[in-house]
């Protein structure tokens, strides 16, 4: 990740560091630029900074910080994408952070599917897709997290995960009166074939709640449920 060479500057970053951690972030930044006004293009030392800039509520200069990041790094390490994407959600620019969540997602072949970021980057995409009134890209890609996380050994903050997507999912599900009451005359299998595949719940919406895309979905998810 670092490309620093200068003993010097590499010696104020790692103090940058150490004084964040101890949530000293504003001698952190100071640290930060004597080490960038030493060696300009090490894309780490940016990266810190700019997590300490958001940390201080400083978004604009934060996000100028991860952007000199990723064009100094050539796009080569996403967790740059990832926290430009979380600071441009708390500066209120969905736009920017649902296209970076998606940066992130699409571009870092080093984290496998079962990795919490992955996971989180998801459903943090999902939240800001809801508010933008996408419903069911929400619901994909919290239906995505929950589905992982079944796949693999769960760690706590992984079942902290699935418990929030779990919530939004079923909030979501059961948000309107008359969706409520027609997943009340559902069977067990009907009402695990909605959940757990959301473009038949989408056709089942969409379709005043026929019977038939049910035995449909049934057929898709072929011998899980049985009878």
Partial sequence: MSNASNPLAINYKNLGVAKHKKGKYKDACEDYLRSIEIEPNDSETHYFMGLSLSALEKYSEAIDRFNNAIKIDGG????Y???LALTKFKSKDLEGAQENY????????KLSESNHLY?????ERGNIRRMKDDKIGAILDWSYVIEHIKRFDAN?????LYNQASD???KERISDLKTHEELSKLSTIDKLNLFENPDIYKEWMESDYMPEVLKKGFKRNGQRFKN
């Fill in 76 to 79: 080569k390490n996403t967790i």
């Fill in 81 to 83: 994408y990832f926290n």
């Fill in 102 to 109: 998606s940066k992130f997602i699409e571009n870092d072949l």
């Fill in 119 to 123: 996971l989180r980057a998801f459903f």
């Fill in 156 to 160: 706590e903050k992984d079942i902290h």
């Fill in 168 to 170: 939004k999912l079923a």
